[in-house]
């Protein structure tokens, strides 16, 4: 079951939604609504929560929203057109610095109640899947009072603006028992600049780095080969300009598997597969265990 807060009509105004049959129209600020809700739903809460979504990246229908063609970033517009509720179709315009402005102030405040929340509870909130689409300064933050076991983190994007790729460092992981523990973690709007080896414990993992290095390879190559707990990561490159060093550290390939290399384990019913795809813009580096009866006919790298 999903329920959905929305801004109404009104500057104050809330619709509540489920499943998405509309359920009420209230005159309280859609936060409140869901923040009165969401406090009885943990007061109440008899088992683990098997998705949370915490989204700052629209508080409105994001469907709703285009940019007319003017090239001054003044005269940029949002539309919100409100296409499910007749009584809405109304069309609110509002430029896009006043739209974000809103936005940053909605989710500055947002993400202040839901700490306050966490915080004050006498134990962590157990989240099967965590997804969050927050401001850099925000991804960190409630991670201190949330148990769980996946994690997808997303940027969010302000109207009119560049959808360039920021960089992000996640400090302190050693101290953050949630990440510590994590079975999956996906940053996928973020250049992550935080060491390889804070992820070391991680074993499923997707994230962009600028580029990767020799010290790099041979670290995630050998984790691979001797810690069986992990299980596949997925490295995007911000440049194609790692062809080099990767075939240094790893070799030609010469098995009839392009950029493809089988290396032995300890365990010989598994093995190390690292994939390397270069795309036009970004490149693809993809470390996975898998069984050694997958592995080509002569392909098989002995580790020394």
């Not at 049959?21 to 936060?31: A, G, N, P, R, Y």
């Not at 700490?115 to 006498?122: C, D, H, P, V």
């Not at 997707?206 to 997925?234: C, E, V």
Request: positive net charge; glycine residues 4%.
């Amino acid at each position: 079951m999903f329920v959905i807060y929305e801004e109404g009509e009104k500057e104050k105004s809330c619709v509540i939604s489920k499943n998405p049959v509309k359920l009420i129209k209230t005159d309280e600020h859609f936060l409140d609504a869901f923040f009165n809700d969401f406090e009885h739903i943990l007061e109440n809460q008899k088992s683990k929560l098997t998705d949370l979504i915490i989204g700052m990246d629209s508080f409105t229908k994001s469907e709703g929203y285009i940019s007319s063609p003017l090239s001054k970033f003044q005269s940029i517009f949002s539309h919100l057109l409100c296409y499910r509720f007749p009584k809405f179709e109304k069309v609110l315009t509002i430029s896009a610095l006043e739209r974000n402005r809103q936005h940053t102030k909605n989710s500055s405040r947002m993400m202040a109640k839901f700490e306050a929340i966490l915080k004050s509870r006498t134990v962590p909130l157990e989240v099967k899947n965590l997804r969050l689409t927050v401001f850099e300064s925000q991804i960190f933050g409630i991670l201190r009072f949330i148990r769980t076991k996946s994690l997808k983190g997303y940027r969010t994007l302000q109207f009119g603006l560049s959808e360039k790729k920021d960089t992000l460092a996640l400090g302190s992981i050693s101290k953050c028992e949630t990440l510590k523990n994590m079975e999956y973690l996906g940053i996928y709007d973020f250049v992550m600049t935080n060491p390889i080896s804070d992820f070391l414990n991680i074993p499923e993992l997707l994230l962009i780095r600028g580029s990767i290095s020799r010290d790099d390879i041979l670290i995630i190559k050998q984790a691979f080969i001797t810690n069986p707990r992990l299980k596949k990561w997925n490295l995007e490159l911000g440049n194609s300009e790692g062809d080099e060093v990767i075939y240094e550290v790893l070799g030609r390939t010469f098995n009839g598997q392009p950029n493809k290399w089988f290396f032995e384990t300890p365990n010989f019913k598994e093995t190390l597969s690292i994939h390397y795809t270069k795309r036009p813009t970004y490149t693809n580096i993809v470390f996975t265990r898998i069984n050694l009866i997958d592995v080509p006919k002569n392909a098989l790298i002995r580790c020394e």
